[in-house]
């Protein structure tokens, strides 16, 4: 049996309460747990000696470390100042490791990444470090030894979700949790399937396609397995609160959401909210949700010129029917939640203001506003590295605390770092809307 460190790294802001559940950990934690693993999660924010010392407390026989690209400064300094004294191996998954495999893998203290899926190569890593083995032959694992990198085959992805353990909560501070107030607003977090259809320019899910030779496209739960994870979780915190979808798309299968919107009412009976795109909303959906107990919907609408929606980010979504299915919603009585990024490549002001015209026209409760980061691995960080305008290492210095920051992370050539800032802390203002995340 091996006590493997969990580590997520979260900004010390007030915005660390919105990272409180992972999906990924969970998962992860759960098939290790399974094999008979003790396991332990440890939140890092920078640079505090007292969390290390926790984490040395646990003497962990390896650390498993999720990183996203905004984590990754954090990540590197806390891996060279302190982990690499632990003298343990470093294993390192999530979006940046499956985006930046090369880099990571060769960093010293690191032995080895996960590129894409990580459940079944995580158990297997933890077997092999239990016999003192090595990693060859381990699907989506990339190593180190003796100095060189071997890789294995990526590609592999669970096609039987319901053959995955339901993830582990108990490692996440609930009792916590259930006090602040993003447990209030985003409720207790489900995924009910992987994967989406759209090539958004901006979005991770193209690369994971491609990463899965397209087997990754959608693959979804069964209605009886979720309801019974919902069910066991409920019971287990003893919860009434709301339900979160966390799913990339929740409304992509109109016949599966109207069987399970009916079986949620009947079985767990608590208001939840989801995940939609413009294009799976209609009136047959839409009426399936609310008939489930779904009381607000969060749509991505990124930027009011859809021209540059179209072009730019390969979202193909026109104005007129974004302003149909925002009525139709409002018609269903359903709170609605819109995400737009500002500070786009080559976005002038003229265009951003048109997003804030559209944000007025939507009139949404709440607005998930960022300022576009161009994450490795998306076509959009691809071209704006080729044309010049980005450092292909821009990561290496960015601020956890970043997260929803209002800076942009490359050279913008229409609007000042004073105005993207100015736009960012006005946005809903300017779009006279009182909700703004
Ligand atoms: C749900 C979700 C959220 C949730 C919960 C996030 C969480 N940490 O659990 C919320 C709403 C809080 C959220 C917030 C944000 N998110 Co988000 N989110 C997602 C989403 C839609 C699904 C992630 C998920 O849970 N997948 C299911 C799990 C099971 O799969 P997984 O994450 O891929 O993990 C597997 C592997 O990576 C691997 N693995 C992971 N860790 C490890 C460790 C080891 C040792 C091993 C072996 C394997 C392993 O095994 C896991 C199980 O198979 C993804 C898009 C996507 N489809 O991935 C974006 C995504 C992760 N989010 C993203 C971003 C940018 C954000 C925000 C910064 C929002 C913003 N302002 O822009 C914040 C930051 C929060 C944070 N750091 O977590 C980006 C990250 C891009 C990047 N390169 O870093 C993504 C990829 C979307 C995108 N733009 O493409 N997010
Ligand atoms: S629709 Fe959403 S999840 Fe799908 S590719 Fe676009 S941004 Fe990513």
């Known amino acids: 049996m091996l006590r493997i460190a969990l580590v997520n790294l979260i900004p010390k802001t007030d915005t660390a309460n919105y ?37 040395s407390g646990y003497r962990p026989n390896a650390l498993f470390v999720y990183l996203t690209t905004n984590q990754y400064a954090l990540f590197e300094s806390e ?36 590129i894409g899926e990580g459940e ?42 319901d053959a995955l353990p339901f993830p582990d909560r108990d490692c996440f501070p609930y009792k916590e949790m259930l006090g602040n107030r993003a447990i209030r607003l985003m409720g207790f977090e489900f995924l009910t399937s992987r994967g989406c259809v759209y090539a958004c320019r901006y979005c991770i899910n193209p690369l994971l396609r491609r990463i899965n030779n397209s087997k990754a496209r959608i693959r979804r739960r069964s209605i009886e397995n979720v309801i019974r994870e919902i069910q066991s979780v409920t019971k287990r915190y003893d919860y009434s609160g709301i339900v979160g979808f966390h799913d ?119 607005v998930l506003l960022s300022v576009f980061c161009p994450y490795p691995g998306t076509s959009l960080y691809e071209t704006l590295v080729a044309e010049g305008k980005l450092d292909a290492g821009f990561y290496r210095s960015i601020s956890t605390e970043s997260f929803y920051s209002d800076k942009a992370a490359y050279s913008h050539n229409q609007l000042s770092p004073e105005k993207l800032s100015y736009y960012f802390n006005n946005f809903t203002k300017l779009a006279s809307i009182t909700g703004k995340s």
């Open 248 to 366: 990339d798309i929740f409304t992509l299968d109109e016949p599966w959401l109207e069987q399970f919107a009916r079986e949620f009412r009947r079985s767990i009976g608590l208001p939840f909210w989801c995940n939609a795109h413009i294009n799976n909303l209609d009136e047959a959906i839409i009426s399936s949700l609310r008939r489930g107990g779904c009381f607000r919907v969060h749509v991505g609408i990124e930027c009011g010129n859809e021209e540059v929606r179209s072009r730019l980010l390969n979202k193909r979504i026109s104005n007129r029917e974004i302003l149909e299915k925002v009525a139709m919603l409002k018609k269903h009585r359903m709170k609605i939640v819109t995400t737009f990024m500002i500070g786009l490549p080559d976005e002038s002001e003229a265009e951003l203001r048109q997003s804030i015209d559209l944000c007025r026209a939507i009139a949404p409760d709440w």
């Open 120 to 161: 079944n190569s995580a158990l297997i890593v933890a077997q092999r470090i239990e016999r003192g083995e090595a990693f060859e032959g381990i699907a989506n694992i990339w190593f180190k030894r003796g100095g060189r990198v071997i890789r294995n085959d990526t590609g592999y992805c669970e096609a039987d979700l």
């Open 79 to 114: 891996l060279r100042a302190r982990w690499v004294r632990l003298n343990v191996p470093v294993f390192v998954g999530g979006p940046h490791a499956t985006s930046c495999p090369d880099e990571l893998v060769a960093l010293e203290g690191v032995t080895g990444v996960c």
């Open 19 to 55: 990272l409180g559940f992972n999906h990924a950990l969970a998962y992860v934690s759960s098939v290790l747990k399974n094999g008979g693993h003790q396991t332990r999660l440890f939140t890092i924010s920078s640079g505090l000696e007292r969390d290390f010392d926790r984490l």
